[in-house]
Nanobody, 124 residues
């Protein structure tokens, strides 16, 4: 079992930045691939970014590539999502998720554990 708690969301103007954090507890954090997803009102949950257990491999949705950076600190049991050049269309609830699958996983169904989410609102 892994428990995940996100923080760092808020209201920001377009062009601004936010850094989300996701603190994990429970089983060894380094055993898991971590991902960030988001869900806007009336839309399905969508993939944002993922990082391998050792942090050496990352993958991004095309919509955030070049603007968002995922990273992790296994000593602190925390994964981060640095979001720059934010756009109104980035407005959503952001969730972190964990999976023991070492392979690249881009769908919500591939992740076993989820946080409660943190709201990000980007004003125009």
């Amino acid at each position: 079992q892994v428990q995940l708690v996100e923080s760092g969301g808020g209201l920001v103007q377009a062009g601004g930045s936010l850094r989300l954090s996701c603190a994990a507890s429970g089983r060894a954090f380094s055993d898991y691939r971590m991902g960030w997803f988001r869900q806007a009102p009336g839309k399905e949950r969508e993939f944002v970014a993922t990082i391998s257990w050792h942090g050496g491999s990352t993958y991004y949705a095309d919509s955030v590539k070049g603007r968002f950076t995922i990273s992790r600190d296994n000593a602190k049991n925390t994964v981060y999502l640095q979001m720059n050049s934010l756009k109104p269309e980035d407005t959503a609830v952001y969730y972190c998720a964990a999976t023991p699958n070492v392979l690249l996983v881009l769908t919500p169904t591939g992740y076993n554990y989820w946080g409660q989410g943190t709201q990000v609102t980007v004003s125009s």
